[in-house]
Structure formats: structure tokens, C-alpha cells
């Protein structure tokens, strides 16, 4: 807590600022870079979103409240900024955000960056029919492999609320494989 | 073929990749980027400090022309006239009158001033008081 507390400082610190912020992103830029891929699929677009997440950040440092970890602050901005994007160009299309999400799983086939097996693009297909929510506790939870506690920093609910929701995941997108 | 069984098969990777060297390069972009929006920032405050600057100039004006139509206005007030003069010019109210809303130390003060003052002002006492 104190090493982040001085490397805030670092970040807050003219002086010291670019060489902390070159830092951070070297530490968080992979993460993010699957969190946000998990949910904007596509790798121009997850670049976009990247960018944009780690200038909100830059931007947003001074109001950063010690209250929450740094690594939470940052996975909410790009959490936000992802579901965000996603609104906005389902908005623009006049679509909803699930028919949107129906239309970029079945472009991932076409897509270079990706080269997942049918079961792979299956379990896409299972995770986009899940509420909103229980996407974001699956994707974190099983593809990320994050720790509840941290989920629950990022989210801000409860542990409990969160093993509820990935257990009902976890049931869904089993039911889905085995009947597709 | 056997169910599926995500918390006990071995993981289902997802499948996406990153091109060569994005990470390498990334960094730097961003740092570039970074660059550009504080400029844009920059430019951004400089536009509304020029604007804050006419603003401040127009304020100035309504000011100034505030304080000089209050400093004419002000010297009207000369030309009102005061409830003393009104009460020995104009007014029909005796000094007996007057002398009920005193009590006796107000006029026994009053008689004390009368006592020093010059030979002009008793004149004026007399010519239009009495």
C-alpha cells in the first residue's frame, strides 16, 4: 500500500510523471488489453478502447481516491469504457447490445486475430447469450482467472453476489454447449 | 460425446491473438497520444482564457459606466432637503412642540450648547426661531 501510495505521488509529480506513467502501462497493458478484448472482441476495436481507457486514466489521476486499489480504478475505467463502446456503436447501428454482440461472434470467424476451434467460437456464442452481468463475472472469472475479491473491487458487489453469478454462468453455458 | 464440464475440463482458451509486436509498439503510441491531448487541452484553456479576457473587458466597461452614472446621480442628493432645515424653514411646528419629545436632561443639554454659541448663531436663533 505504501509502494503505491509513493508510486501515485510519482504519477501526480511533474517531474516524474512520464517515466510512472510509461510504468503503468507496461504493468497493465496485457490485462487490460484481454479484459477489454473479452468484451469488445475485436482487436482494432480493443485498441481503441485501450488507448482510450489509459488517457481517461492520465487524465482522471488527480481525483483518484486512495479508497480503492489502483488496479481496480483502472479495470472499472476500461470495464466502463468497453460496455460504453459497445452501447454507442449498437446505438449507432440501431441495434440492441445483444444483437450487436450476436453480429461480432459471428464476424470472429472471418477475423485474423482470431484462431479459436469451433468449441472456442461456441463458447462465445454461450457466454453472449448470458445477462449482462453474468458476461462480465464469466469472462473475468473464467477466462481471466481473477480472484473474487478482486472482482469485487472492480464491480463493486458483493463476493457472495458474485459466486451466485458465476455459478448460474457456469450452469448456463453448460447447458448451452451440450444442446448446440 | 461426454458434457461439458467447465470446472473440471481443461481450459477453453479464447482463442484471440494479438499481431506481431503490438506491445512492443504500444507504449510509445500511447505516450504520443497522451501528447496530443495535452495540447489539444492546452489549446482548449487558451481559447477560453481569450474569452475570459473580453468577458473581464466587458465587465470592466459596465462598471465604469455604473460608477459614473451613481456619481452624477449622487450630487442630486445635494439639492433634497434635510429634516433640520425643512424643521426651521418649512415646518409649522413649534419649538414648544418639539420640546415634548425631550426629556429635561435633552433640554437642559440643549441649553448648555445654546449658552456657548456665537453672537451669529443667536441671531439666526432669534430671527427665525422664535
Redesign the interface.
Known amino acids: 500500500m505504501e509502494d503505491e501510495k509513493a508510486f501515485i505521488s510519482e504519477l501526480l509529480d511533474p517531474r516524474t510523471q512520464?517515466e510512472a506513467?510509461?510504468k503503468l502501462?507496461?504493468m497493465y497493458?496485457?490485462p487490460l488489453?484481454?479484459h477489454i478484448?473479452?468484451i469488445v472482441?475485436n482487436?482494432d476495436d480493443t485498441?481503441d478502447v485501450?488507448?482510450n481507457t489509459?488517457?481517461k486514466v492520465?487524465?482522471n489521476l488527480h481525483s483518484f481516491k486512495a479508497e480503492s486499489k489502483l488496479y481496480s480504478w483502472i479495470y472499472r475505467i476500461a470495464t466502463n469504457e468497453a460496455l460504453t463502446f459497445i452501447s454507442n456503436r449498437a446505438k449507432k447501428a440501431g441495434i440492441s447490445n445483444q444483437e450487436l454482440k450476436e453480429q461480432m461472434i459471428s464476424n470472429l470467424e472471418a477475423d485474423v486475430?482470431?484462431?479459436?476451434?469451433a468449441?472456442?467460437?461456441k463458447?462465445?456464442q454461450a457466454i453472449a447469450k448470458l445477462p449482462e452481468k453474468q458476461q462480465l463475472v464469466f469472462k473475468m472469472k473464467?477466462?481471466q482467472e481473477l480472484k473474487y475479491e478482486e472482482i469485487s473491487e472492480i464491480l463493486e458487489t458483493s463476493v457472495g453476489a458474485l459466486k451466485a453469478s458465476y455459478f448460474h454462468a457456469?450452469k448456463k453455458?453448460?447447458d448451452y454447449?451440450?444442446s448446440h | 460425446m461426454k458434457?461439458?464440464?467447465?470446472?473440471n475440463d481443461p481450459?477453453?482458451?479464447?482463442?484471440?491473438?494479438?499481431?506481431d509486436k503490438?506491445?512492443d509498439t504500444?507504449?510509445d503510441?500511447?505516450?504520443q497520444?497522451?501528447d496530443l491531448?495535452k495540447q489539444e487541452e492546452i489549446k482548449v484553456l487558451s481559447l477560453w482564457q481569450r474569452k475570459a479576457f473580453w468577458y473581464s473587458g466587458v465587465a470592466a466597461i459596465l462598471m465604469i459606466a455604473l460608477g459614473t452614472w451613481m456619481y452624477f446621480t449622487q450630487n442630486s442628493v445635494e439639492e433634497m432637503i434635510f429634516p433640520s432645515e425643512y424643521l426651521a424653514h418649512e415646518s409649522d411646528i413649534t419649538t414648544e412642540e418639539i420640546a415634548v419629545y425631550l426629556t429635561d436632561e435633552d433640554i437642559a443639554a440643549i441649553e448648555n450648547e445654546m449658552n456657548v454659541v456665537d453672537e451669529t448663531t443667536e441671531t439666526y436663533i432669534n430671527e427665525y426661531l422664535n
Do not use: C
Request: aromatic share 20%; no cysteine; glycine share 4%.
Open positions: 512520464n506513467f510509461r502501462i507496461r497493458q496485457r488489453y484481454a478484448r473479452s472482441l482487436h485498441d485501450l488507448q489509459f488517457v492520465f487524465q486475430d482470431f484462431d479459436g476451434n468449441i472456442q467460437l463458447l462465445q473464467y477466462y457456469v453455458v453448460e454447449l451440450n | 458434457p461439458f464440464d467447465l470446472q481450459k477453453i482458451t479464447s482463442g484471440f491473438k494479438t499481431p503490438y506491445f504500444f507504449e503510441r500511447l505516450m497520444k497522451l491531448t
